[in-house]
């Protein structure tokens, strides 16, 4: 996937009023529309001038685009970091937008809709929902947690400056939860119009990245280091888990890559997911005299061909 510099597709810079985007989209796009340019790249032009639009001119999804930074450059292979856009407060409820979005547009935003409209004052009218993504660590679903969490939700004020209001919320992570799953806080959306009632926040779940354990939906995988007489002669060791390290015996004659299954340790659940242990092979190093010999006295006892092709 290849970044684009927005602020490049419309010829802004990065302080550019609401005004300024405006201006420039709507300069930029009479030139490349379909039905009048002449361009031989209009079409193409034309939809990256709606999806910058899309994105300069609505301060939530401004924010989370600038929190990149400016050291990327137009056409640089880019990858987004898990959880980049966790604390980031949305309005709207995820239908399709009503262009057609990039993949780079997609790795940021998903499919979130804009934000809304406004509203004529006399009208009753439920809040709108709003969505934010949280990460919480792997543990924390194994025990239950009791969360408190900081979220932002950007906006520009009236001299067209973005600013951001935040706020922070208690929050209840049950025992259990997987990533992506949502959680829906009632009554912590968008304030109602008239006596309408206000709208609900819905928090996406997802998983600090671990230095030990990989989560697939419920089960989770760990790699186990073995020295080379634990996986020949089997032996019984301490594993880590993630409710804490456990004895592990080892059968005889394992080999690396062989996973053992160790059901209902992973996540909680009915019924609970399976912790997979799989086995790896550390070489000792051979730093010293006696070291090497030792190695030169299995090469004699053994005399093993690993690529079974013979010495000559």
């Known amino acids: 996937m290849k970044f684009k510099d927005y602020y490049e597709i419309l010829g802004v810079t990065r302080t550019a009023t609401p ?33 910058a639009h899309e994105v300069l001119k609505d301060p939530e999804k401004r924010v989370l685009y600038d929190k990149m930074g400016s050291q990327w450059k137009a056409g640089q292979d880019f990858r987004p970091q898990p959880g ?58 194994y025990r239950g ?10 906006s520009y004020d009236a001299s067209g400056e973005l600013v951001s209001r935040e706020r922070r919320l208690d929050v209840n992570i049950p025992k259990g939860i997987r990533a992506g799953q949502h959680l829906r806080l009632a009554g912590q959306g968008g304030s109602g119009v008239g006596k309408g009632a206000p709208g609900d926040l819905y928090l996406e779940v997802r998983f600090n990245p671990h230095p030990l354990f990989l989560v697939e939906e419920r089960d989770v995988h760990v790699e186990l280091s073995l020295a080379p007489w634990e996986a020949a002669l089997g032996a019984k060791v301490v594993a880590p ?24 340790r ?23 005299e006696a ?12 005399r ?9």
């Open 291 to 302: 070291e090497k010999e030792a190695y030169r006295a299995l090469e004699r006892a053994f």
């Open 84 to 141: 980049f856009d966790a604390g980031f407060e949305f309005r709207g409820g995820g239908e399709a937008q009503d262009f057609d979005p990039s993949d780079f547009f997609e790795a940021l935003f998903g499919r979130r809709p804009r934000g809304g409209g406004s509203r004529r004052p006399n009208v009753q009218a439920q809040g709108e929902d709003h969505h934010a993504k949280v990460l919480i660590d792997l543990e924390d679903s």
């Open 241 to 264: 888990t993630p409710e804490g390290p456990i004895h592990l015996t080892i059968p005889p004659g394992s080999s690396a890559g062989r996973k053992m299954r160790l059901k209902g």
């Open 145 to 154: 947690a009791q969360k408190s969490i900081t979220l932002r939700m950007p």
């Open 19 to 51: 005004d300024e985007i405006k201006a420039a989209y709507r300069k930029l796009a009479r030139k490349y529309h379909p039905d009048v340019s002449k361009e031989p790249n209009a079409e193409t032009r034309f939809k990256e001038l709606g999806e």
């Open 304 to 312: 093993f061909d690993p690529r079974g092709l013979g010495k000559g």
């Open 266 to 288: 992973g996540l909680p659940g009915d019924p609970p997911g399976d912790l997979y242990v799989a086995l790896a092979i550390a070489q000792p190093p051979a730093n010293t």
